[in-house]
């Protein structure tokens, strides 16, 4: 690997190695255990062997690193053990603080804020306790789940210790929302809309809200409305969103509610608003959400997180229309940023996002670019930050040993898209699932098999995303070390091709990340 660019990148993960750096500040696991069967080749030929550090064995994937308000209500006595379980074990014995640990805390203060609601609210707190803008009159709430209750389907829910145990009219919930905040729509999934809020006395001070529609199974709000998701995959979506909220790289969990009712005026304008700068062709265009949910008993799941950034999707479309083509330092740093994103989730909740289009990867620009190049991880060039979105079709497995995983529907594999960028996405769906196919152990279904660990997926959409980036990377360089970079990148792009995903170097994130850095071939 030639040129400074690639050498800074090689030079910053031997230091970081030797170091034994932690790799998500609070989960406990390092990078010495993550790279123990690796042989690092450094630029005197100078080989070692890294071992595992003491600690490296037989670590739970998470540790208890949540907050007091964070921590369960007590749930039913008859409640499915599957909800009973905690996500943290709330008792465990605190972490002795390492002084890397400790910079890493320090260096990630601003950018990594506590796991609570925007407003301050606390979890689990009294209903008189809320703010105006979720109402605070008892009989506002449409639905209590009462201690002595049978669980419902909802409970699913609303039994988790980090979602809010009360189901609300969202008319109510929405309540003082045009007099407080600026909301705007800023995107729109498959099953969900996402909205930004800003403080009108604070520019600047802005959450983001994630509105899934629910569909229960049978009852009051069952009939089939536009793209709902059902509240057992809901539960499972905000679960994983909880548990991979303390890594870096992954978007961050603030609050979850359950509400019931139609689209309130203020998200109903701000669709409207976000349909109307659509293009015309677009199915969206011209649409009202307040038309598509009428129903006063359809039940929502919003989700409030931190704000990941701009999503790659939109910036790719923006520099192919405007030839505003990236450098290699900034195709590099999103690249590397969504591997070590990807490195890390898999070191520790063996994580597969299995959606990784440019529209699920958000980045954020910084004053600086991240100096990580001793400390914390891969060393960017650039100031790129970099985000993981949208856990929908996601796979993790949680500390109690618990696998969350959604069966992804079969109708998209076959899915045939005149657009050349579609279509190359649905290829990687049809791939990971032969992928999957072959990796699954025997005696395991199909309909069992998106519960296995199959890290190959991650390379997959890895592929996926270099070659999307590469291809609005600018050519014309003015260094050795860019030509290097470029090289280097191409050169990896082949040997990561669906096409021989048989004969792989690579079955995971975490090898494509430590081959790259350690292969002399590579570069």
């Excluded at 209500?73 to 603080?97: F, G, I, M, R």
């Amino acid at each position: 690997m030639a040129g400074a660019g690639l050498k800074k990148y090689r030079d910053g993960a031997k230091k970081m190695v030797a170091k034994g750096k932690t790799y998500g500040k609070k989960k406990g696991r390092d990078l010495v255990a993550i790279f123990s069967w690796l042989t690092v080749v450094g630029a005197n030929a100078f080989t070692r062997v890294l071992a595992p550090t003491p600690n490296s064995q037989n670590e739970p994937l998470l540790t208890s690193s949540a907050e007091p308000e964070a921590e369960q209500a007590s749930e039913p006595a008859d409640q499915d053990d599957t909800y009973n379980e905690p996500l943290l074990e709330s008792n465990a014995a605190p972490e002795v603080k390492q002084d890397a640990e400790t910079a890493d805390q320090e260096d990630n203060k601003e950018n990594r804020p506590r796991r609570k609601a925007w407003w301050g609210k606390q979890l689990g707190g009294k209903l008189s306790d809320r703010p105006a803008s979720m109402g605070n009159i008892p009989n506002e709430c449409v639905e209590r789940t009462a201690k002595n209750q049978k669980p419902t389907e909802i409970s699913e829910l609303t039994s988790l210790g980090f979602v809010e145990n009360e189901v609300i009219d969202f008319r109510v919930f929405c309540k003082g929302w045009e007099k407080e905040f600026r909301l705007s729509k800023i995107g729109q999934g498959s099953f969900a809309t996402v909205l930004k809020m800003e403080l009108k006395t604070e520019p600047g001070q802005h959450s983001v809200w994630k509105l899934m529609p629910l569909k229960p199974s049978k009852g009051s709000g069952s009939r089939p409305y536009h793209n709902q998701t059902l509240i057992k995959d809901a539960a499972t979506e905000v679960k994983m969103l909880f548990a991979m909220s303390d890594i870096d790289g992954f978007v961050q969990f603030r609050s979850a509610h359950v509400v019931k009712g139609s689209v309130p005026d203020q998200i109903d304008k701000a669709h409207e608003s976000w349909a109307q700068n659509l293009d015309p062709k677009d199915t969206w265009y011209g649409t009202r959400m307040s038309a598509e949910y009428s129903s006063k008993n359809q039940l929502w799941l919003l989700m409030e997180m931190t704000d990941a950034g701009q999503d790659i999707d939109s910036m790719l479309c923006t520099a192919r229309l405007e030839q505003k083509l990236y450098s290699i330092h900034e195709t590099s740093d999103i690249f590397w940023g969504v591997a070590e994103a990807l490195m890390r989730g898999e070191a520790q909740a063996e994580f597969e996002h299995r959606d990784l289009h440019p529209g699920n990867i958000c980045i954020k620009t910084r004053d600086e670019p991240l100096d990580l190049t001793t400390e914390h991880g891969i060393p960017r060039l650039s100031k790129r930050e970099v985000t993981l979105i949208d856990y929908t079709q996601s796979r993790l497995t949680l500390e109690s040993g618990d696998v969350l995983a959604t069966a992804i529907d079969e109708s998209i594999f076959r899915q045939i898209d005149d657009d050349p960028d579609a279509q190359r996405q649905y290829d990687v769906y049809r791939a990971m699932r032969d992928i999957v196919k072959k990796e699954k152990k025997p005696g395991v279904t199909i309909s069992q098999m998106w519960k296995e660990y199959v890290p190959m997926t991650n390379v997959l959409w890895l592929h996926h995303i270099l070659k999307e980036l590469m291809a609005v990377t600018r050519k014309a360089v003015e260094s050795q070390e860019e030509l290097d970079m470029i090289v280097a990148l191409s050169s990896l792009a082949v040997k990561l091709s669906p096409e021989i995903w048989k004969r792989w170097e690579y079955g995971s994130a975490r090898e494509v990340v430590c081959g790259f850095l350690i292969d002399p071939q590579v570069g």
